[in-house]
């Protein structure tokens, strides 16, 4: 079973920065793309950034500028780097991973990790 692993929130003041990780690991697997979304209280999930296995992105409006996505292929990992955070950053970040996994068949794949905190005090 694919599972994927985040870390690297916590708390910050605001003007700061963190750099959230996510490694997936378990199985035979492909993936496609992998992404953070993130949900604050009282809000639904949101996207936040992608990056493909070809290395394309995509970032929310909100973030642009702010903040960059990237990955190790070798490793499965994908990287956040959030810069000039301000306290509307504060959420449940979430990493999610596309693409393919072998079980019996190769079937797809829809990932999600456990979420990781971040807090941006003002």
């Known amino acids: 079973q694919v599972q994927l692993v985040e870390s690297g929130g916590g708390l910050v003041q605001a003007g700061g920065s963190l750099r959230l990780s996510c490694a997936a690991s378990g199985g035979i697997f492909s993936i496609n793309a992998m992404g953070w979304y993130r949900q604050a209280p009282g809000k639904q999930r949101e996207l936040v950034a992608i990056?493909?296995?070809?290395?394309?992105?995509r970032y929310a409006d909100s973030v642009k500028g702010r903040f960059t996505i990237s990955r190790d292929s070798a490793k499965n990992t994908v990287y956040l780097e959030m810069n000039s955070l301000n306290p509307e950053d504060t959420a449940v970040y979430y990493c999610n991973a596309e693409g393919r996994y072998f079980s019996v068949n190769w079937d797809n794949l829809h990932a999600w990790g456990q979420g990781t905190l971040v807090t941006v005090s003002s």
């Open positions: 990056i493909t296995s070809g290395g394309s992105t």
